[in-house]
């Protein structure tokens, strides 16, 4: 448990579409997808309460980005259409560490990362 690895990263023009995926379990009940593009801070991009699938969303990316787990897969998932060139950044996987506190949105570093995967978009 808590080994987490991203895939799905790449390039793509704007309006494209993209899937990430993030293979791995924290035993915990909360995932979710964050990234950092140069020079910026981590932000958070969607969460997910692993066991009953609710979801919460960053505004920049809601009605665009779609966050969903195969629980049998063991590996969670972000649905990626409507690229904006903004939307560049590397994307990191992350959950809840078991007893661990999870902060909506917002990265901490409690939780298990992945390595991350970079996505490009260019105009």
């Known amino acids: 448990q808590g080994q987490l690895v991203e895939s799905g990263g790449g390039s793509v023009q704007a309006g494209g579409s993209l899937r990430l995926s993030c293979a791995g379990d924290?035993?915990?009940?909360?995932m979710g997808w964050f990234r950092q593009a140069p020079g910026k801070e981590r932000e958070g991009v969607a969460d997910i309460y692993v066991s009953v699938g609710t979801t919460y969303y960053a505004d920049s990316v809601k009605g665009r980005f779609t966050i969903s787990r195969d629980n049998a897969k063991n590996t969670m998932y972000l649905q990626m259409n409507s690229l904006k060139p903004e939307d560049t950044a590397m994307y990191y996987c992350a959950g809840q560490r078991r007893g661990g506190t999870w902060y909506y949105l917002k990265p901490h570093p409690s939780y298990y990362w992945g390595q991350g995967t970079q996505v490009t978009v260019s105009s």
């Open positions: 924290t035993g915990s009940n909360y």
